[in-house]
């Protein structure tokens, strides 16, 4: 079914997808409540379409970006793509591992050293330990944490935790890199290392999808783009002109 | 890194959850041992004792029973044996199920953002708790030796009797775990079905203290029951488990983890939306 000589092999197919949160009425916080309500006849459920009929071709080696307002379903489509959310409608199909870059701190225990986290992180990112060990050293080179990586995570401040895991993340040229809004953290310098990083990836064997608000690091670093608009895709293709699109759509951006 | 070019995932085609469950646990059997490795470093790195906590607990529990209790029940022979034998089974089984519930929450900041299998971290639960229950032998074998009591062959049995506690605990874990994901009301009450539990258990008190026209339904109902004696036969009576509790405990605990682990598969694809 797919050639993989062929430079624009799809390795991320979205084909109608949707998403529906069924939220209660009235949040039942607790199992007594529960069972009241139950006996009371009384429980509702209202439901949310957090994604409505998306449809999205990725191919390998690109970078992907995703723009949209709060709450367009952005953060959504990165769950149905990292296999967290199952999707209530559609298909998604995956060619290859998913690595989300995770949020700062999830997957880091603060007792243990950052030799003993990358290890701890590496084996959530579904890596075989010896491959972790191998990989170590570079880790640690890229994260610049010097010294510290022997002293407990709970010493860190939070720019060494994002240099820990954004190196942990992407050190492997994983098959399919997520970010979501997490280039934001740490310092300049190491910003610019980061995207230095990704642009490496581009053309080569790692795709990436990217959730961000900032236009400069789109327009930087994606090649085409999606615009998300109350979980329905409302536009996709070169950056440039998703993002022209999108800001004429602000409001206030043609006073 | 060339095997996993080959991983496909398609949400329209997915086997069972329960077996893709299972290979998932087989495949992230790294990430269990990682957990472990987690849950007893941590617990130790910031105290001067260390391990020797894990010895110290039961000891202590064994030492404040049987003072309390000695009065009473002077007619067991080798009293602070007894206890303790009932006890490090009962302390595993209610440490276990309980830090599945706190490790799903901890574990719940990365199901909400990737996927690995939802099940380890009540493995990695269980895999703490024996490594634990492991440790806490010394002490016993010491109070074994110190009071005179015959130490026999006998004892090799235990570690097929960790591994059925190990499989019930787990199973019963997977059950409170998935319901404490909804209500989170559930690990209070759980504490409560706790102590209430072990005090219907006999593990401070001898069996005669029940009278005998209940007796035999009184234990033989609860589960636990069959645990501590299969404990308790090769460690203070030095002989091997009657063959009628034996299978009458296994027979509880496949049962037990068949059900948690469908349950909780069944349940687990919508854990990302409540947690």
Known sequence: M????????DVIRIEGVSVLYR????????????????????????????????????????????????????????????????????RVWIKGVVTPLL?????????????????????????????????????????????????????????????????????????????????????????????????GFRNGKTTSIMVSHSMESVMNLCQRVA????????????AADIVAEYRKAQPGAGA | MKTSEEFI?????????????????FRYRDLIFQLIRKDIVARYKRSVLGVAWTMLQPLGMMVILSVVFSTLFSQVKGY????????????????????????IVWGGALLRQIYVPRTSFAVSSIGTGLTNLGISFIPLVLIVLIIGLPLRWSILFVPVSMLLLGAFAL???????????????????????LTGWMYLTPIVYPE???????????????????????????????????????????????????????????????FAYHL
């Open chain 1, 23 to 90: 939220k209660p009425g009235e949040r039942i916080r607790t199992f007594k409540e529960y069972a009241i309500r139950i006996l009371q006849r009384r429980i509702q459920f209202k439901e949310f379409r957090a994604l409505n009929d998306v449809n999205l071709q990725i191919q390998k080696g690109e970078i992907f970006g995703i723009v949209g307002n709060n709450g367009a379903g952005k953060s959504t489509l990165l769950k149905v793509v990292s296999r967290v959310l199952i999707p209530t409608e559609g």
């Open chain 2, 171 to 193: 199973g019963v874990g997977l059950i409170i775990s998935t319901m404490s994901i909804y209500f989170p009301d559930v690990a209070d009450m759980y504490n409560l079905v």
């Open chain 1, 227 to 238: 615009w998300l608009d109350h979980g329905t895709v409302r536009a996709v293709g070169p």
């Open chain 1, 2 to 9: 797919i050639d993989s000589n062929k430079p624009s092999e």
């Open chain 2, 9 to 25: 995932y398609d949400s329209a085609r997915r086997g069972p959850v329960a077996l893709e469950e299972l290979r998932g646990i």
């Open chain 2, 208 to 270: 005669t203290l029940i009278p005998e026209a209940y007796r035999y339904w009184f234990f033989h109902l609860n589960p636990m029951y069959y645990y501590v004696k299969i404990f308790r036969a090769p460690i203070f009576e030095g002989v091997l488990p009657d063959g009628d509790i034996l299978i009458v405990a296994t027979l509880i605990s496949v049962t037990t983890l068949i059900i948690g682990w469908l349950f909780f598969s069944k349940r687990s694809d919508e």
């Open chain 1, 103 to 199: 949020e700062l701190g999830a997957g880091f225990h603060p007792e243990l050293t950052g030799r003993e986290n990358i290890m701890l992180n590496g084996t959530i990112l579904g890596h075989p330990r010896r491959e972790i060990e191998e990989h170590m050293d570079e880790i640690i080179e890229f994260s610049e944490l010097g010294d510290f990586i022997d002293s407990p995570l709970r010493t860190y401040s939070s720019g060494m935790y994002a240099r820990l895991g954004f190196a942990a993340a992407t050190t492997w040229e994983p098959d399919i890199l997520l970010l979501d809004e997490v280039l934001s953290v740490g310092d300049e310098s190491f910003r610019r290392k980061c995207e230095a990083r990704m642009r």
């Open chain 2, 80 to 103: 602070p044996a007894y206890i303790l034998s009932g006890l490090i089974a009962w302390t595993f089984f209610s440490q276990a199920t309980s830090a599945m519930m706190t490790q």
